[in-house]
């Protein structure tokens, strides 16, 4: 059974980290504040590793004992997916296409990074426990 009260802490804190980098990243980008590619390998590095493994962090710690990995995995899939939702949205108002396979592999990488967090978030024991 899926505990939705984990997976929405799991994926609200994996947004919560990945929104503020990806906005901060677009006004830069779009005041020409920042140039080439130093700013996307920053902001992929935040969104492909460090926010998914947080999201997975928190599901894990805040699942029933018996299924924290499940957790992580789905909050860090609900967190890609409403990430994909967004940038399909922006992609149809700027007529810039996605390119598939990269969201792929986007989707892929989130949640097998949310299962290492999940992972870290099971190995570690809780506070009073």
Known sequence: MIDWGAV????AADLAVLAPVVGVY??????????????TIVTAVI?????????????????????????????AG????AYVVFRVGDAVV????????????LVILSVAVGLVGGLI?????????
């Open 94 to 105: 700027r007529n810039r296409p996605l390119n598939a396979p990269s969201v792929a592999i």
């Open 78 to 81: 609900v967190a890609v997916v």
């Open 26 to 39: 677009a006004v830069l980008h779009g005041t020409g504040t920042i140039h080439g590619d130093a700013g």
């Open 8 to 11: 929405r802490a799991g994926a």
């Open 121 to 129: 978030g099971r190995a570690r024991p809780r506070r009073g426990t």
């Open 47 to 75: 969104a492909v590793f460090v926010a998914p493994a947080i999201g997975g962090w928190v599901a894990a710690r805040r699942a029933p004992p018996t299924s924290p990995l499940t957790h992580a995995a789905t909050a």
